[in-house]
């Protein structure tokens, strides 16, 4: 956790406040494999990272909204609590949704104020935004006293996302800010949310994102027609076979059947969303085994399928997953998120980093003339108030 950031907004809140807020932390996610299988009724296999936001809060005792965002120093007020709706403001949208859906909850939302920042790069395909909904929700069940439990928390962020940011994601980045475990990562049912932890070995191999810089300005719209593609495949398969609810209950072998009524590009994306979801089954079982050589083919199995099949990959992502596949020591590499920019995982020796680093970096600059951004990341625990060590001092 940033101690720095976090005294920076703790202080920030007292200045313009006057009053001690609660301090709480939520991070970003890295996802190891299933990528655009969560709203599909799939599994996905997040964690969370240690690039987090940070927020102070507290309630004001009147009913006025005051927010303030840190790092743009921009802030934004309501007069009322009671009459929330989505704002000019961009980046008050991811707190304004959740406190309407605490609203949509029966729940009287009270005068608050709220300081955030981050270290979460946007636009990179780590849930900045998830992260920003997941920490106000957990703040705001907190100080309400509404105890709602971690799930219906993720939801809550997950519909702010929908009717606020206008992007219908499914739950897999909500799932990991607020559920990560430390050095963890989970496999989650995206229909029955049930999920397992699986240790992940940071001796064996290091988790390398490589940030592209591409933010594709088309990228929610076209997250939103990947899904209705979906539902399209879903609703000419339930034709013949009524027990297919979601892509989960398909096979290869009804979309071959069906190929000509779905047609060609239906037919492709619900073919990588079915080889996809048997992915993170292999890949959780490689992980089980030890065999990290297994689980990267998956990942680059994975990056071809989105490629290819699902299109929502760009040049960018692609040259730095082929970078990443010519360097040694790299077990698997693929994009992350939901597309068209964002960043590449790479899962890579520990003795390897450097050099791995060092040639898709140089592999960028020749390509594009653009200098690589890296992270090197360590899985940490999901959302939580900050510890009274670091609000001291
Ligand atoms: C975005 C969404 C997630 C998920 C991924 C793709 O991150 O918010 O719900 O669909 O894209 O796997």
């Known amino acids: 956790m940033s101690t720095t950031l976090s005294k920076a907004v703790h202080s920030e809140f007292q200045q313009l406040f006057g009053y001690e807020p609660l301090l709480v932390r939520a991070p970003g996610r890295v996802n190891l494999i299933g990528e655009h299988t969560d709203y599909n009724g799939g599994f996905v296999l997040p964690a969370a990272v240690d690039k987090e936001a940070v927020f102070a809060v507290g309630l004001n005792g009147g009913a006025q909204i005051r927010l303030r965002a840190h790092d743009l120093g921009e802030s934004l007020e309501l007069a009322n609590a009671a009459e929330i709706s989505p704002s000019e403001t961009h980046w008050a949208n991811y707190l304004l949704g959740v406190a309407a859906q605490f609203q949509q909850r029966g729940v009287a939302i009270p005068g608050f104020d709220c300081v955030f920042g981050g270290t979460i790069p946007q636009g990179a395909g780590m849930s900045s935004s998830a992260a920003v909904e997941c920490g106000l929700a957990f703040a705001l069940n907190q100080l309400l006293h509404t105890e709602f439990d971690k799930m219906e928390l993720a939801r809550i962020a997950q519909k702010a996302e929908h009717t606020y940011a206008g992007v219908q994601c499914g739950i897999m980045d909500q799932f990991a800010s607020l559920f990560g475990r430390d050095g963890q990562v989970v496999r989650l049912d995206c229909r029955s949310l049930d999920y397992t932890y699986f240790p992940f070995d940071t001796q064996a191999a290091r988790i390398v994102l490589c940030n592209s810089g591409v933010k594709h300005s088309l990228a929610s719209s076209e997250y939103n027609t990947r899904r209705q593609e979906c539902e399209r495949g879903v609703a000419v398969l339930q034709q013949h076979y009524p027990e297919v609810a979601s892509l989960r209950d398909a096979t290869l072998e009804q979309l071959a059947a069906h190929r000509a ?96 680093i060092a040639s898709v970096s140089a592999a960028y600059q020749e390509r594009f003339g653009l200098t690589l951004e890296t992270y090197q990341t360590t899985i940490v625990a999901g959302v939580g108030a900050v510890g009274a060590t670091v609000t001291q001092g």
């Open 261 to 356: 009524e779905l047609g060609d590009t239906v037919f492709r994306r619900c073919t990588y969303v079915v080889q996809e979801n048997a992915r993170v089954d292999s890949a959780c079982r490689h992980l089980e085994a030890g065999d990290l050589t297994a689980f990267g083919q998956d990942m680059y199995a994975s990056h071809a399928g989105l490629r290819d099949d699902y299109e929502v990959s760009c040049e960018e992502l692609d040259v730095l997953v082929e970078a990443a596949q010519a360097a040694p020591g790299v077990f698997g590499a693929r994009m992350m998120g939901g597309g068209f920019g964002g960043c590449t995982i790479n899962l890579v020796a520990p003795e390897q980093v450097e050099g791995f």
